[in-house]
């Protein structure tokens, strides 16, 4: 079964709480949520598939936090596997009013049966780089975030940039992107940035799946970079 992948987003200035509205998930499905905030740090992150119904748990996978007020920038990832089949209602929400950008990925045909492992590293200023431990036959995913949307990203020739949305027009805002690249035994996805951030970082978090016809496990890794702090 080949891997493929669905996004739905959504934006909100100065807010708690954003919904991305008619997800459509199938059996078997996986779903991965990103939250990206610009110019204000929160905490007590919570995401929920189907709020007002099944109200299923979108588990924390990793937050971070660089820099403070007006020059800091904060990245949400959650997983929900095998999460309840239907059209509902993705909801991310946290604690302090934030611009804030949402992406939610739905995973189609990858193996819902292993647990993720997580790593960390660093990479170069204005050039966000993630190395994923992978294979032949399978499909990384990359979720990345920018403070200040005024900073565009590009991809490198090996990765396709899937799609990308800012909160909002500024510094205080987030820019987040998903790339997407065939499996190897190491799979290194990096991107350019129009502009180094001043403060703050940019952050990816890289994802590893197999096909749900073989077994094996999901490779989760995540890169951070500071600057200016």
Not at 77 to 94: I, K, Q, Y
Not at 108 to 122: L, Q, W
Request: proline letters at 2%; charged letters at 10%.
């Amino acid at each position: 079964m080949a891997i493929t992948v669905t996004a739905y987003t959504n934006f909100g200035a100065s807010a708690t709480q954003i919904d991305v509205t008619s997800v459509v998930v199938a059996a078997g499905d996986r779903i991965i949520m990103g939250v990206g905030h610009g110019g204000t740090s929160s905490s007590a992150f919570a995401g929920a598939w189907d709020p007002t119904g099944v109200n299923e748990v979108i588990t924390v996978l990793h937050t971070g936090t660089q820099g403070a007020g007006a020059t800091s920038s904060e990245y949400w990832v959650g997983e929900l596997v095998v999460p309840s089949a239907g059209t509902f209602t993705a909801r991310a929400s946290w604690t302090t009013a934030a611009n804030a950008a949402v992406n939610v990925l739905v995973i189609h045909g990858a193996d819902t049966t292993v647990a993720g492992n997580t790593a960390t590293g660093t990479a170069a200023d204005g050039t966000p780089t993630v190395t994923i431990a992978s294979a032949t036959g399978r499909m990384t995913y990359t979720l990345g975030c920018v403070r200040d949307s005024t900073i565009t990203i590009s991809s490198d020739g090996d990765s396709t940039r899937k799609g990308e949305i800012t909160s909002g027009s500024g510094a205080s805002h987030a820019r987040i992107w998903w790339w997407e690249e065939a499996g190897s035994a190491s799979v290194t996805v990096s991107g350019t940035l129009s502009t180094a951030p001043t403060s703050g970082t940019w952050r990816l978090r890289g994802y590893d799946f197999i096909a749900a016809s073989t077994t094996s496990r999901s490779v989760f890794t995540t890169n951070a970079r500071r600057f200016g702090s």
